[in-house]
């Protein structure tokens, strides 16, 4: 019940600054995946005669503790040892919850998890709601971008959130004879379908594509697949060298951040590295990412640092007007809602001061705080996931968790999400449904359906009633 309380209110958690101590908390949820974590680690310890009880038993999990690992023996090296203390202390926190918790609760059947997603399904569609109400039938970038705030801190975020909830309805099974509960969930497809696209988030557009794509390939016949494939591409590319506003924004014609950009310009813009300002930005803080690796390769700075260190590896031809020179002053943050003068939410929720923001990668915001062996580790750790995802894609769970991996992964490369507790319960979610695919100790069976084992079923004599071969045994259910 806690997970699925968890779960539920994660995507109305708000977070709320506490200026005394310096720290911003995901209010109610981190306070419970708290709790969670600590909860889970009593459990862990609890009949273990032995330590060696306690290690991983697949590859997976074998991956996801030398990575965890890895990243607490960088906290001693980091170049703000306190700020990545708490970094690793909130990943640590979400990896027992999400993963390990996770896992054991598929151990007794799939029905705790699936609770526990449609609690995150029902607390998504309060903030679609919200989001509806706040955009109204004004539908650009500039009315969309933060629609979802508080809950969310941007459109990007939201979509990303937009994509697991929209993958996961599309790959559960409603039974053909509920016929009021299919057209209700047609409904929440639809609605959450429109959410996505009017969220204005190009690399959520594109994560989703892809995560069709690949769930095509093993859907349709090969044939179909190929003939499909390359008629699109024909398709696309005949359309790119004729249409002139494609070929213009090839050439860098267009920006997604200029006021009224709509649908057209924000898909022109995703080609544009010239003009586009959130796209220059990115490639930004990426060679800062990259340069970061190259002054410390091995443990780089710290988890938790790039929002801090970068800002010095930043050349004067990469700037933008969106780039950040220096530190937020405290006298820059606005204030959405006060509890107190010093408890607050703040209004500008992309600004902290003394943050310059993040990599917009996950992999390169890796690859600066834990350094090559880090990013090694991720990677190992994803390709180790979408292989057993892949042997064993026939189950509905399985094909949800392997397209949400393979669609967050595809996200990650131009935006990062994990240190938000809205979506590292479903990125960390998915890969325990993936690592029980892999783990040797484990039926996987027992993923989809919560099946009760069969009670032998004896007569008074103390010998059991023949089955249908004549010999004895339990009855057939």
Same mark, same amino acid.
């Given at each position: 019940m806690l997970m699925v309380l968890i779960f539920g209110l994660a995507p109305i958690s708000v977070?709320?600054?506490?200026?005394?101590?310096?720290?911003?908390?995901v209010v109610p949820v981190e306070p419970l995946i708290g709790i969670a974590a600590s909860i889970v680690v009593i459990t862990l310890f609890q009949g273990v005669a032995r330590y060696q009880d306690l290690l991983p038993r697949d590859p997976i999990s074998w991956c996801v503790f030398c990575t965890w690992m890895w990243m607490v023996l960088?906290?001693?090296?980091? %170049?703000? !040892?306190? &700020? %990545?203390?708490?970094?690793?202390? &909130?990943?640590?926190?979400?990896?027992?919850?999400?993963?390990?918790?996770?896992?054991?609760?598929?151990?007794?059947?799939?029905?705790?998890?699936?609770?526990?997603?449609?609690?995150? &399904?029902?607390?998504?569609?309060?903030?679609?709601?919200?989001?509806? $109400?706040?955009?109204?039938?004004?539908?650009?970038?500039s009315a969309t971008s933060f629609a979802p705030f508080p809950f969310y801190n941007d459109h990007t975020i939201y979509a990303a959130a937009a994509v697991f909830v929209l993958l996961f309805l599309l790959t559960v099974r409603i039974p053909r004879s509920r016929a009021l509960m299919r057209m209700g969930w047609m409904l929440v497809v639809g609605l959450v379908l429109i959410a996505l696209i009017t969220s204005f988030s190009r690399a959520g557009w594109l994560s989703m594509a892809g995560a069709l794509v690949v769930w095509s390939l093993w859907s349709m016949p090969r044939v179909v697949t190929y003939v499909g494939g390359a008629l699109g591409v024909l398709l696309i590319t005949a359309f790119l060298i004729q249409d002139d506003r494609w070929r213009s924004a090839l050439h860098g014609t267009v920006d997604s951040?200029? !006021?009224?950009?709509?649908?057209?310009v924000?898909?022109?813009?995703?080609?544009?590295?010239?003009?586009?300002?959130?796209?220059?930005?990115r490639l930004n803080r990426w060679r800062s990412a990259l340069r970061m690796a190259d002054a410390r390769p091995v443990a780089g700075f710290g988890p938790g640092t790039f929002q801090f260190r970068y800002l010095e590896y930043q050349r004067p031809e990469d700037r933008t007007y969106l780039t950040v020179d220096s530190l937020i002053p405290k006298h820059l943050v606005t204030r959405a809602w006060s509890a107190t003068p010093h408890i607050y939410v703040r209004a500008n929720p992309q600004v902290l001061f003394s943050s310059g923001g993040t990599a917009h990668s996950e992999y390169l915001?890796? $690859?600066?705080?834990?350094?090559?062996?880090?990013?090694?580790?991720?990677?190992?750790?994803l390709g180790f996931v979408v292989f057993a995802g892949w042997r064993a894609r026939g189950s509905a769970l399985v094909r949800y968790a392997l397209l949400a991996v393979l669609a967050y +992964?595809?996200?990650?490369?131009?935006?990062?999400?994990?240190?938000?507790?809205?979506?590292?319960? $479903?990125?960390?979610?998915?890969? +325990?449904?993936?690592?029980?695919?892999?783990?040797?100790?484990?039926?996987?069976?027992?993923?989809?359906?919560?099946?009760?084992?069969?009670?032998?079923?004896?007569?008074? %004599?103390?010998?059991?009633?023949?089955?249908? %071969?004549?010999?004895?045994?339990?009855?057939?259910?």
């Amino acid at each position: 019940m806690l997970m699925v309380l968890i779960f539920g209110l994660a995507p109305i958690s708000v977070k709320i600054f506490f200026a005394g101590i310096g720290t911003e908390v995901v209010v109610p949820v981190e306070p419970l995946i708290g709790i969670a974590a600590s909860i889970v680690v009593i459990t862990l310890f609890q009949g273990v005669a032995r330590y060696q009880d306690l290690l991983p038993r697949d590859p997976i999990s074998w991956c996801v503790f030398c990575t965890w690992m890895w990243m607490v023996l960088c906290v001693p090296m980091s %170049s703000m !040892p306190m &700020v %990545s203390a708490k970094a690793s202390v &909130v990943r640590t926190c979400y990896l027992l919850v999400f993963y390990v918790g996770v896992r054991r609760m598929l151990e007794q059947g799939y029905g705790h998890l699936h609770r526990a997603m449609w609690a995150y &399904v029902a607390g998504f569609g309060l903030v679609m709601i919200h989001v509806f $109400l706040r955009v109204g039938g004004t539908l650009t970038r500039s009315a969309t971008s933060f629609a979802p705030f508080p809950f969310y801190n941007d459109h990007t975020i939201y979509a990303a959130a937009a994509v697991f909830v929209l993958l996961f309805l599309l790959t559960v099974r409603i039974p053909r004879s509920r016929a009021l509960m299919r057209m209700g969930w047609m409904l929440v497809v639809g609605l959450v379908l429109i959410a996505l696209i009017t969220s204005f988030s190009r690399a959520g557009w594109l994560s989703m594509a892809g995560a069709l794509v690949v769930w095509s390939l093993w859907s349709m016949p090969r044939v179909v697949t190929y003939v499909g494939g390359a008629l699109g591409v024909l398709l696309i590319t005949a359309f790119l060298i004729q249409d002139d506003r494609w070929r213009s924004a090839l050439h860098g014609t267009v920006d997604s951040y200029s !006021p009224g950009a709509g649908f057209g310009v924000s898909l022109r813009s995703m080609t544009d590295v010239s003009m586009d300002s959130s796209n220059r930005e990115r490639l930004n803080r990426w060679r800062s990412a990259l340069r970061m690796a190259d002054a410390r390769p091995v443990a780089g700075f710290g988890p938790g640092t790039f929002q801090f260190r970068y800002l010095e590896y930043q050349r004067p031809e990469d700037r933008t007007y969106l780039t950040v020179d220096s530190l937020i002053p405290k006298h820059l943050v606005t204030r959405a809602w006060s509890a107190t003068p010093h408890i607050y939410v703040r209004a500008n929720p992309q600004v902290l001061f003394s943050s310059g923001g993040t990599a917009h990668s996950e992999y390169l915001l890796v $690859l600066a705080e834990s350094g090559w062996p880090g990013l090694m580790l991720q990677l190992a750790t994803l390709g180790f996931v979408v292989f057993a995802g892949w042997r064993a894609r026939g189950s509905a769970l399985v094909r949800y968790a392997l397209l949400a991996v393979l669609a967050y +992964a595809a996200h990650g490369m131009v935006n990062n999400f994990l240190d938000d507790p809205k979506i590292a319960a $479903l990125y960390f979610s998915a890969f +325990a449904i993936l690592s029980m695919t892999a783990d040797p100790g484990i039926r996987f069976k027992a993923l989809d359906v919560a099946r009760p084992k069969p009670v032998p079923t004896h007569d008074h %004599s103390g010998t059991t009633p023949p089955g249908p %071969s004549g010999r004895g045994g339990a009855h057939p259910r």
